[in-house]
């Protein structure tokens, strides 16, 4: 196994290495080189790829849901626009959109890569009426990416590596975006405008296997100064929308519970992941495949809601723990959800797959798979009650 100390000290973000747990398990078992090769290629096409069709899937759900094409929508699991690729249910969309961040409003999320500290790749979306109406991107090899800040004469590329602290780089970056988002939408240049800034590595979450293990990871980024007294957030709204701000105050558990009660009235969601995106993992990158993919669905499970919210993290702001390379994540105890349980393939899993479960619903208390109300995204949901 490979220890903290082979992380290289002048690694920017070396600190929170350990709070990313996909991300250090795989650093345990295959070293620094393996991690480092892996950050463009990820970055790249989680980025991109996998968003752009999701960001497409959900302008069109959203669309047809108000259209009254679509029915049950109470049953139906969508993607959300806030953040890139989530999961909402479709008939919750509209209302907890417009409660988090309002009426008209366009969010910028910027990818920073972990390494070099350069901004990577910017997705930004637009809500109308809580509404997705339209989104678009600019990746790595853009020149937009070479503009410069009006008044300090640094790229947007450039600048997280010129000021200290995502919070205030970003308020740097948001002000280059935001002149760039008035001249590619004039019509919502009165609208409101927010960033998500954040350290590119959080593409990992697409590694948690259930809505509330995404969300954990959503506060730990929140919370990784406050809490966990890293140097630095992990991840900022600028400016905060006002009721994200009273959340990320409250307790891991809180936190989760209070948006999953708006995303998904508290029912569980084990992820999906499209053929393209396992076809690219299997090829480009099998260790991640086989150990946070496969290895999760069929042997180690996924944690219930109830676990999630119980999970103990490790202390942080202990310096032994990184001398000793000993970082646990204390789960309650209870054997996790695996494919047995579903009496399905990894293929058929990962179309996405809601449940009757909840945050009540007490370890190994029901039998999994008669407690699955659908399966699948959006338009292709297929109901099983």
């Known amino acids: 196994m490979h220890n903290y100390g082979e992380i290289p000290d002048d690694f920017p973000i070396k600190r929170y290495f350990p709070l990313n747990k996909t991300l250090w398990r795989m650093f345990r078992l295959y070293g620094w080189e393996f991690i480092l090769a892996g950050y463009q290629k990820g970055m790249d096409f989680f980025g991109y790829e996998v968003f752009k069709n999701r960001l497409n899937e959900a302008i069109r759900s959203a669309r047809e849901v108000l259209e009254g094409k679509i029915e049950n929508p109470e049953k139906i699991i969508a993607f959300t626009l806030f953040p890139p690729g989530g999961y909402i249910r479709a008939d919750l969309q509209q209302g907890s959109m417009k409660l988090l961040y309002g009426e008209s409003v366009d969010v910028s999320y910027v990818g920073i890569r972990d390494d070099k500290l350069e901004t990577s790749f910017i997705l930004n979306g637009h809500l109308e009426d809580g ?17 410069k800040h009006h008044k300090y004469g640094i790229k947007l590329r450039d600048i997280p590596k010129k000021f200290k602290g995502l919070e205030k780089a970003g308020w740097k970056v948001r002000e280059i975006l935001l002149d760039i988002r008035n001249e590619r939408t004039p019509h919502w240049a009165d609208s409101t405008y927010q960033i998500g800034i954040g350290y590119g590595s959080m593409i990992h979450v697409a590694f948690d296997l259930s809505n509330y293990e995404s969300l954990g990871r959503v506060y730990d980024m929140f919370a990784a100064k406050r809490v966990y007294k890293m140097p630095d957030v992990g991840f900022a709204y600028l400016p905060m929308p006002q009721l994200m701000s009273m959340i990320t105050y409250m307790e891991r558990p809180f936190f989760i519970l209070r948006l999953m009660g708006m995303n998904t009235a508290h029912k569980f969601f084990t992820s999906c992941m499209e053929q393209f995106a396992q076809d690219f993992l299997k090829r480009e990158i099998p260790e991640d495949w086989e150990t946070n993919i496969e290895g999760v669905w069929k042997k180690e499970g996924i944690p219930w809601p109830i676990q999630t919210l119980g999970c103990e993290l490790p202390n942080y702001k202990n ?57 699948g995204i959006g338009r292709e949901t297929v109901f099983h009650k």
């Open 131 to 147: 509404i997705p109406v339209d989104w678009w991107m600019i990746g790595p090899d853009s020149e937009i990416l070479d503009r």
């Open 319 to 375: 310096n032994k723990l990184y001398d000793k390379s000993d970082f646990e994540w204390k789960y309650p105890p209870g054997k996790n959800i695996t494919l047995a349980d579903i009496d399905m393939t990894l293929e058929e899993a990962f179309k996405g797959i809601f449940y009757e479960i909840d945050h009540t619903t007490e370890v190994g208390s029901v039998d999994v798979k008669k407690s699955i109300i659908s399966t």
